[in-house]
């Protein structure tokens, strides 16, 4: 309490004359910037004219960038941006912006980059003080609201006092940072492409966890990128050893805790590097590339239950996703009362109260439901003993217990159904365009018409709601397009046009996907390298020969393997010309850019590389 009056008579006695700002988010589109509506901080929208105002007052911007379904991102809201001190303190001495990275991909990665080359790691939420001009001088993800206090104040002092250097500096540093991403991969020749291949496989098993699956000593993430580069790999030059990983990596996925296993679907990843304990998230994106992931290893690896988890998956996103005239973005990580994993989370009481003699004893064994003393917030299911192990034990045919286990999931999914989940109903141009593309896929491999139909109302929510016949939309809402459409927007949408002309046979749609490639060249593609969005506001916004690949793929390289693919001349000339600049660009830390070096190793220049 001493510190807060203590600040407040700071304010009182040191503030200058404010611009009287209101808070602009109230009934935004977006649910995320939404629910910071009634925030006393004086959120502004992200816009030339907030860059001028910036430069107008002289002051800091703040720019903060989350996403809804993000629990820190909850949680820093409520302990700092709903604190009326630290809203003083934004309000007074710096221009406070929030964006949603989903309608802002391009500035979130702008940002993330500065944040994660600076202090070593980035994530959300996201926030970065900027000059009046727009370059970062330095950047934070969550901290407590103490510690946050205490920066601004910092902030705040060293601009007032060291204004010419902390400029000088920002400028410098942002200097710096193009020359790096524009700068060579790798001095010298281009690598063989078996050599290229070689060091890619031996980047991504130096990092691989060859006991637990997956990559790293963290935290998991699917890294669906690497995952599908290596399934190629597989499939054009068998290893054993490969194999070994891949399999024990999609069991493992589709065993434990990032996977759904009473609804289905993915949560986007776990904290722990065993793939127990969920970051309770569903995104739409994490849906549909996992359910292309399983679907080629259920080719690779002629491998049923592979196809069943991409099955599963994909049904799940249509019955919970894809409600409306397309899919929403995603669901929370938190309850309607801020609990993360509330939702999906069951006590030991509760269970025995809805599942009575047997079921009870089945479910218990079936899903893992075990742990509770440790667990005081509730466990989650996870595959335990098969059917075929509980129907053996019990001396029972395999159909009665698959019979009983499936009454079961139906009393706790009606009992689940009434707790709460937060929706982010936007409709993404790109994520719908990636689940279209899983449906279409789904639907030819499996024969599986019940996807056909979801997936024909995608292709026209895409076509005639987001596509002008000019430009494509990121999302719509009310009839009005919100947020700029990116390099991925045109990426994702033309690859999922390309496999819903496969199974349609509308050779129209093929023709529009064409049509979006050549938008994406002529708006994001310079003599710099790729821009990820063709309006950038602030100086050094990203200009890659290639880029990296993140939770999703790198846009440019789909943009490049579907212009190889096209029967468009000028598509394929373009990407052609591109393959000497790429094939340089990715080989020195080729895990980075799996994609490219996916869409190179498969290119006719493979064997003797430019």
Not at 490 to 512: I, P, Q
Request: charged share 20%; hydrophobic share 40%; with cysteine.
């Amino acid at each position: 309490m001493l510190k807060k009056w203590l600040w407040g008579l700071l304010l009182c006695f040191c503030s200058l004359p404010v611009l009287a700002l209101q808070n602009q988010l109230a009934n935004h589109p977006s649910p995320y910037l939404a629910m910071h509506g009634n925030d006393p901080v004086h959120w502004q929208a992200w816009n030339a004219q907030t860059l001028e105002l910036a430069k107008k007052e002289d002051k800091l911007l703040f720019i903060s960038s989350g996403y809804f379904a993000c629990h820190w991102c909850h949680v820093m809201q409520r302990e700092s941006y709903q604190d009326a001190v630290i809203a003083e303190l934004l309000n007074t001495w710096f221009i406070p912006v929030k964006i949603d990275r989903e309608l802002n991909p391009a500035l979130d990665e702008h940002l993330i980059d500065f944040v994660r080359r600076t202090q070593g790691h980035a994530g959300w939420p996201l926030n970065v003080f900027l000059t009046p001009e727009g370059y970062p001088v330095a950047g934070i993800i969550y901290v407590p609201a103490e510690q946050f206090r205490v920066l601004l104040g910092r902030m705040q002092k060293m601009w007032q006092a060291e204004k010419a250097q902390v400029t000088g500096l920002a400028r410098q540093a942002m200097k710096e940072l193009v020359r790096q991403r524009q700068s060579s991969g790798n001095p010298g020749g281009p690598l063989p492409g078996k050599e290229l291949l070689q060091k890619f496989l031996g980047s991504a098993m130096g990092m691989a966890d060859e006991m637990a699956g997956g990559f790293g000593q963290q935290n998991r993430f699917p890294m669906t990128p690497q995952l599908s580069a290596m399934l190629e790999i597989q499939a054009r030059d068998p290893d054993e050893s490969l194999a070994d990983f891949l399999r024990l990596t999609l069991d493992y996925m589709a065993r434990k805790g990032l996977r759904d296993h009473l609804a289905g679907g993915f949560f986007r990843y776990t904290v722990d590097p065993d793939w127990q304990t969920p970051h309770y998230e569903k995104m739409l994106y994490t849906q549909a590339l996992l359910a292309g992931l399983y679907l080629r290893a259920a080719e690779v690896f002629k491998e049923p239950a592979y196809a069943e988890v991409a099955r599963n998956t994909l049904a799940f996103a249509v019955r919970e996703m894809c409600n409306g005239d397309a899919c929403v973005a995603s669901f929370s990580a938190v309850d309607d009362e801020g609990v993360e994993g509330a939702y999906y989370l069951w006590k030991e009481a509760e269970l025995k109260q809805l599942l009575k003699g047997e079921l009870w004893e089945l479910a218990r064994k079936y899903w893992q439901l075990q742990g509770f003393e440790s667990r005081p917030g509730g466990v989650l299911p996870m595959r335990g003993d098969s059917v075929e192990e509980l129907a053996k034990s019990r001396n029972r045919p395999v159909a009665q217990i698959r019979k009983q286990l499936e009454q079961a999931q139906q009393l706790l999914l009606a009992a689940r159904s009434k707790r709460s989940l937060p929706v982010d109903d936007k409709r993404l141009a790109g994520w719908n365009g990636l689940m279209l593309s899983a449906l279409s896929k789904a639907a030819r491999q499996l024969d599986a018409p019940e996807f056909l139909g979801p997936a024909k109302k995608l292709r026209n929510y895409l076509v005639k709601q987001l596509w002008n016949g000019k430009q494509l939309y990121r999302a719509v809402h009310q009839g009005q397009p919100v947020g700029q459409a990116s390099l991925a927007d045109y990426a994702y949408v033309a690859r999922g046009l390309k496999r819903w002309a496969e199974v349609s046979g509308n050779k129209n749609d093929g023709r529009l996907a064409d049509e979006l490639l050549t938008v994406a060249w002529r708006d994001f593609y310079t003599d710099h390298g790729w821009l990820s969005s063709s309006r950038a506001l602030l100086p050094g916004m990203p200009s890659v020969q290639t880029q990296e690949d993140g939770a999703l793929p790198a846009a440019a390289a789909i943009v490049m393997r579907l212009s190889l693919a096209s029967g468009n001349a000028q598509l394929r000339s373009k990407a052609q010309k591109l393959i000497p600049a790429t094939w340089l660009a990715v080989q020195g830390k080729p895990f980075w850019y799996a994609s490219s070096v996916e869409v190179l190793l498969s290119s006719p220049t493979a064997a003797n590389p430019p």
